[in-house]
Structure formats: structure tokens, C-alpha cells
């Protein structure tokens, strides 16, 4: 059955919300990230070959263990969206979003009627039944994160237009990808990477959408909680442990 999103709530209270992006795809790594006092996880099925039983697990995992799960999909994917959503996470990080329009086309997979054109299953999402279902589908749509990544040099030239949409709650920058997108292959630390990544934090400000950052270094992450980022994900290693 859907849980209030904590991670959601405790950043619309204007505090920050820490959590790691997991590439170990096993339900116990789920529950250490948890212990460890982390607000959420991205379970990855972009790059990694996590089995949909495998994903339901940790999504249990992080139940379990009271911290929040997200699951970064492949892409603009109606089927891989809906299965995580139906497999319980409480959001879902979609990478190489490059305008408004694959902006709108993850809103409607993610939502439920009048915000989306979500479709309707019963099983774990819906308590199998015993939570009515008027009430699970208003739930999800207040509860479930949209995180979108730009990733590439159009999705920063169109990075306003797609932060307009509505229904998207944060936006992570790929600070990788960017790299080879801007010329600089392999230098996340690039200059033209850094400043195409703190435009981008501006425009969040502007468009009142949650800047997520992803620092790698404890010095980034010194200068984005400056810039109030809501969202920080350390990437794969627990860099930062609370």
C-alpha cells in the first residue's frame, strides 16, 4: 500500500533530503542505505539488469527499512514507468529528458486521471484491496515523485520549457553525460559542466522546481546545499554517510 512519501514531505518543509543511487541490485544493500540514515534511494534499471522480481524486493527492501524508494527507468518508457510504479516506488528519475514534450509524456505515464493517463491495477500499490481505490488514486498523484534528468546541451537550451510542465517535482543534472555533450568527455568537473550545471539550478529557482543535486566532492556539496538544493544523492558512493 502507497506510504506518505517522507522524502517529498520533509522537502516541502524546506529541509534537505539525502539519499545514494544504488548500483548493487540486491535487497540487503537496500535495507544498509536505509539503517545508514538516508532519506531515499534510486534503485537503477537504466544501466543495470534488475530483474522486475528482483526490483520488487528492494522496493520492499526500502519499505522495511524507512527510506524512500525511486527507481531511475530507462528513459521515456510507458511499460518500465508503470511497472515500478505498480511495483510500489514512491517516484521515478527518468534520464536524457531533452524538451517539454518528453516532460509531459512521463507526467501522464506517472499520473493517475485528471493530472496523467496512468493506468489502474489492483495488487501491493492498492493494499490488495483494502484501501479504496478513489482514495489510492488522489494518494498517488499527491505522493509519487517525478524526477526528470537533463543530461545533454537541448535539454539545457530547453531546460525552461520543460521545467513548466506540470507535475514535475525535481530535476538531477547528469553531470557525466553533460561532459560529452559539451565537448569534455569523462570531466564531470569541467567548467563548462559546472556552469551548465548551476544554470540549471538557477532555472529550478525561477520555475519553484526542486534542484537535486548530485555532488562529487565534499566541497560541491558544500556549494549546492548553499544554492539550497532540496535533494542530494551522493551518486553510488556513500560519500556523505549521515
Avoid at 57 to 72: K, Y
Avoid at 187 to 208: G, Y
Amino acid at each position: 500500500m502507497l506510504a506518505i512519501n517522507q522524502t517529498r514531505e520533509k522537502v516541502s518543509q524546506g529541509r534537505s533530503a539525502y539519499g545514494l543511487l544504488n548500483a548493487v541490485p540486491t535487497p540487503w544493500m537496500v535495507e544498509m542505505i536505509g539503517h545508514a540514515g538516508y532519506d531515499f534511494v534510486i534503485l537503477d534499471t537504466e544501466h543495470m539488469s534488475t530483474n522486475p522480481e528482483s526490483l520488487e524486493h528492494m522496493i520492499r527492501a526500502a519499505e522495511c527499512a524507512s527510506v524512500t524508494p525511486l527507481v531511475r527507468v530507462p528513459g521515456v518508457d510507458r511499460p518500465a514507468i508503470t511497472r515500478a510504479l505498480d511495483s510500489g516506488a514512491q517516484g521515478i528519475v527518468v534520464p536524457r529528458i531533452r524538451n517539454a514534450e518528453e516532460a509531459q509524456e512521463v507526467v501522464q505515464m506517472a499520473r493517475y486521471a485528471p493530472a496523467g493517463r496512468r493506468g489502474i491495477t489492483g495488487g501491493r500499490t492498492t493494499g490488495f484491496g483494502t484501501l479504496p481505490l478513489k482514495d489510492y488514486l488522489s494518494q498517488a498523484n499527491q505522493e509519487i515523485l517525478i524526477v526528470l534528468m537533463i543530461e545533454d546541451q537541448e535539454g539545457m537550451d530547453n531546460r525552461e520549457a520543460i521545467l513548466g510542465v506540470p507535475g514535475v517535482d525535481w530535476v538531477l543534472p547528469g553531470a557525466v553525460d553533460l561532459s560529452q555533450s559539451l565537448g569534455c568527455p569523462g570531466d564531470p568537473f569541467h567548467p563548462s559542466v559546472n556552469h551548465a550545471i548551476t544554470e540549471l539550478a538557477a532555472s529550478c529557482r525561477r520555475c519553484s522546481v526542486e534542484f537535486c543535486a548530485l555532488p562529487r566532492s565534499p566541497d560541491q556539496l558544500t556549494e549546492w546545499q548553499e544554492w539550497g538544493a532540496g535533494g542530494l544523492s551522493p551518486g553510488r558512493r556513500p560519500q556523505f554517510a549521515l
